[in-house]
């Protein structure tokens, strides 16, 4: 069997700037839309989260999240969209660190107009850290992932 070409991984997730965000709430599974920032080299998802934000608050009680990321709408059939699911681990990051640093600069570039958020203090950042993924490059194009072949199929491109 031909190894799966990752390069649309690679596409999709640099494409795209919206995730659905799925967070443990009270013992139910909830879901909420997040802008994101791909730290290629960490790798990590980075979001930016008010206080106020039910999921906040989810992430800080448990941090277990997924993500799905999904392309957009081209006619076709939905099934064979291009798409991945990650679970990972969401946890802060300390706004007077380094990373910190590193990490609102990465947020900025991709979305600029969210420099005001940054000055209000319910605001905070967050690393959201691969544990495993499954990528759907398109109809019966399947492949789970491993934090180091997720990293690798990031940082092959």
Same mark, same amino acid.
């Given at each position: 069997?031909?190894?799966?070409?990752?390069?649309?991984?690679?596409?999709?997730?640099?494409?795209? *700037?919206?995730?659905?965000?799925?967070?443990?709430?009270?013992?139910?599974?909830?879901?909420?839309?997040?802008?994101?920032?791909?730290?290629?080299?960490?790798?990590?998802?980075?979001?930016?989260?008010?206080?106020?934000?039910?999921? *906040?608050?989810?992430?800080?009680?448990?941090?277990?999240?997924?993500?799905?990321?999904?392309?957009?709408?081209?006619?076709?059939?939905?099934?064979?969209?291009?798409?991945? *699911?990650?679970?990972?681990?969401?946890?802060?990051?300390?706004?007077?660190?380094?990373?910190?640093?590193?990490?609102?600069?990465?947020?900025?570039?991709?979305?600029?107009?969210?420099?005001? *958020?940054?000055?209000?203090?319910?605001?905070?950042?967050?690393?959201?850290?691969?544990?495993?993924?499954?990528?759907?490059?398109?109809?019966?194009?399947?492949?789970?992932?491993?934090?180091?072949?997720?990293?690798?199929?990031?940082?092959?491109?």
């Amino acid at each position: 069997m031909a190894p799966l070409d990752l390069q649309p991984l690679r596409r999709l997730l640099r494409a795209q *700037t919206i995730a659905a965000l799925a967070t443990l709430h009270r013992g139910e599974a909830a879901l909420s839309m997040v802008p994101f920032a791909l730290d290629e080299s960490a790798p990590a998802f980075v979001i930016h989260v008010s206080s106020l934000a039910a999921h *906040t608050r989810d992430m800080l009680e448990h941090p277990r999240v997924s993500l799905l990321v999904v392309a957009p709408d081209d006619g076709g059939r939905p099934q064979a969209r291009p798409r991945v *699911t990650v679970q990972g681990d969401a946890m802060p990051i300390d706004r007077d660190s380094d990373r910190y640093a590193a990490a609102r600069a990465l947020y900025l570039r991709r979305f600029p107009e969210a420099e005001d *958020t940054f000055a209000l203090a319910d605001f905070s950042l967050f690393a959201i850290t691969p544990l495993s993924a499954r990528f759907i490059g398109g109809f019966a194009q399947a492949v789970s992932l491993t934090p180091e072949q997720f990293a690798r199929a990031l940082r092959d491109g």
